[in-house]
């Protein structure tokens, strides 16, 4: 039986200690839901840093996470996935469950249905749609999940009571969990999060490649700075989040680039600036009607 | 001669009492660099609410404008500087500087010589970039310049010491002058302010239109609210502003799709990961060097 005060996650590894995997171990430590927590990952640098910062207690590697945490989450890019659970799998104890913070779901469902064999039920895919263009162990902040959505993709066999239990533990960390399917969550999300940072960085690449890039950024505001921030983050996440959700992303570019050549087509004419503005108008109240409702602006 | 302690602007004249009007009026307050504003426009309750907010001292007219400021800012949008003008220019005193805040240069210095007729060097086109998703007096802050890039476009025949008053009125706000050719800022704000708003607006619409748009808008997060935060932005001054920089906008649109195109090949060809990688990479190199340069995040 549970002592009273006993921790939510008495042992708690992480796979990649970065801004993602640091926020969670500061976020459950914040709140005292973690005995100890384990650091996995590539970058012995990065790890000795996650240390110091008393984000990980212990230094293991994949196989000792797997022997002793209750709750491991793999918080590595997309694409250094499958090499985690090959190592996992063979000695992952029963009782122990997985979850990941990858931006896409219908991939990583099937990678541990794959990887894990008939351990599979032992994963929830997961997403906290929390971030930030910062990466590394400096950057873990034990609010940051703090209000945010974390979607969970549970399989239609998952244990009740270990949903419940992960629920419990993002909920910990101030997170609002909702349910959703693996491929209407990557399909939403190529749309909100994909797309643009797809679109940031083909235009924040066009600029600096202009022969007067250095006349054009020297002028660029606060609108520039907003709309581009994205584009800053990391390329190997980015490139595996592209990857693994491919034709979602291929598909609402798709659409986006209609509607850009209408817009386009608006401008060009140049004899409809009510039918212009009233584009721009309806983009205008979306937006407006989303940072009311969200409560962000 | 002036006495030691007098204004530099002892009467100032603001056409478009918004946020770039009044943040202007409240600059050159702040410094005491101001003796009365007079304020002039369109919608009576907004002057209104400028003179409950202190930002004017008089409601007046154009006519009224042109016989009594000696410097006067049209701070309207783009399309609304005809009319101004028109009114202003037959009882504009000798002396009277007028400039204004619009957001392209070529069209307004066009606009200047043709309405102004002989009076045309009295007006010098400026742009501070500077601004703000959020509209109206209650949004004017008198620090809204300070350290932003303020571009003046000086006609050829523009006398110096008109030239050297309005600078050091710009300065007076925190504003850092930067002098440039009209076209030579027109093609440079396309590209780093127009493109940007015309594809968050094109980007926010499609969104929204979407038939599962409210699932989506409620995955989207801190990316997705930075990205479309100018798309929230004043329908008709962007309208305006698209319009009055057509050609260059319409040039660098289709610039940006060429490389949106070839962005997005890469992806669909999916036998280039390490290709895909490194446009991102670039992107991303590119945004933080300005980032680190522009002291901005």
């Known amino acids: ?13 992480v796979v990649g200690i970065g801004l993602i ?3 969670f171990a500061a976020g459950l430590r914040r709140v005292g839901q973690v005995g100890t927590v384990l650091g996995v990952g590539r ?22 996470a797997a022997a002793r945490a209750d709750v491991i989450l793999l918080a590595t890019p997309v694409g250094a996935m499958p090499g985690a659970l090959k190592a996992l799998a063979p000695v ?5 469950l997985i979850t990941d913070a990858g931006s ?13 064999g008939d351990k599979y039920l032992q994963f929830i895919p997961g997403h906290p749609i929390a971030g930030s263009e910062m990466t590394g162990p400096e950057a873990a902040d034990p609010m940051l999940y703090h ?22 533990v993002w909920e910990a960390c101030g997170g609002r969990v909702q349910l959703m399917d693996p491929a209407a ?10 797309v643009p940072h797809f679109l940031a960085a083909a235009y924040m690449a066009q600029v600096a490649r202009s022969s007067d890039a250095d006349a054009r950024l020297n002028l660029a505001g606060t609108g520039f700075r907003d709309f581009t921030r994205i584009a800053a983050g990391s390329a190997e996440v980015w490139r595996d989040i592209f990857l693994s959700n491919r034709e979602a992303v291929l598909h609402e570019l798709d659409d986006f680039m209609s509607a850009l ?11 409809d600036p009510a039918g212009l503005e009233s584009q721009l108008e309806q983009a205008a109240l979306a937006r407006r009607f989303w940072g009311g409702r969200s409560g962000r602006t």
Chains 1, 2 share one sequence.
Not at 261 to 271: C, I, N, S, W
């Open 1 to 13: 039986m549970t002592e009273p005060h006993a921790p939510l996650v008495p042992v708690l590894a």
């Open 21 to 23: 995997g640091g926020s």
């Open 43 to 64: 970058n012995p640098a990065s790890l000795q840093r996650a240390r110091e910062l008393g984000l990980i207690d212990e230094v293991v590697t994949h196989e000792q």
């Open 92 to 96: 992952l104890r029963p009782g122990t």
């Open 104 to 116: 896409t779901k219908v991939d990583v469902a099937r990678l541990a249905q794959t990887l894990l």
């Open 147 to 168: 209000g945010r959505k974390v979607v969970l993709t549970p399989f239609e066999g998952t244990p009740g009571q270990d949903l419940h239990r992960l629920i419990r």
């Open 185 to 194: 969550h990557d399909r939403a999300l190529a749309s909100v999060s994909h």
């Open 261 to 271: 050549q209408g817009l386009r087509a608006t401008l060009e004419g140049d004899t």
